[in-house]
């Protein structure tokens, strides 16, 4: 085979022009060029000089070709998609408060249980969970806010909003 700087000077230009035909790209047309003469250089065994041309035209196109089936595997992640859920120790906090809820539920008195249920999962209003139980719609209003104490206090915290 003739000198690899001969070599390079009489088909770079070809070459790196096949390339930014194939990609589009001039950066990556060097890329593929560059790395098309590195494996004509670490090659095993001789090349003939008559196909030396069509063998670096082939290994310029399938080094496109690989890079593009890559490429098609790796798909950028869109910003509007970004996770914007909680992490994961507050998402083990959120369940062990709401384990906690639950539990609490079932210590609840049956009509305080209605009634929060209705006000705060239904969104009943305070007449019509009194007319439901036979209550007053302050005495509703009173079962309602006891319950909501106790389940913030089940789960540590305080109440900090007036029960409406």
């Known amino acids: 085979m003739h000198d690899f700087e001969v070599l390079y000077g ?14 589009g790209n001039p950066a990556e047309a060097e890329d593929l060029v560059a790395d098309a003469f590195v494996r004509l250089w670490a090659a095993p065994g001789q090349i003939r000089e008559a196909t030396v041309k069509a063998y670096l035209f082939t290994i310029v196109r399938n080094l496109f070709l690989t890079r593009r089936k890559r490429a098609a595997r790796h798909v950028p992640l869109d910003d509007q998609l970004a996770d914007t859920g909680r992490a994961p120790d507050d998402r083990a906090s959120a369940i062990r408060e709401l384990a906690a809820v639950r539990q609490q539920l079932t210590v609840l008195g049956e009509t305080d249980r209605t009634a929060l249920l209705m006000r705060t999962a239904e969104g009943r209003s305070y007449d019509e969970i009194a007319a439901a139980l036979g209550l007053s719609a302050g005495a509703v209003r009173v079962r309602v806010h006891r319950a909501r104490m106790q389940l913030a206090r089940a789960i540590g915290r305080t109440l900090e909003t007036p029960s409406s």
């Open 10 to 23: 009489r088909y770079a230009r070809s070459l790196y022009r096949f390339a930014v035909g194939l990609s």
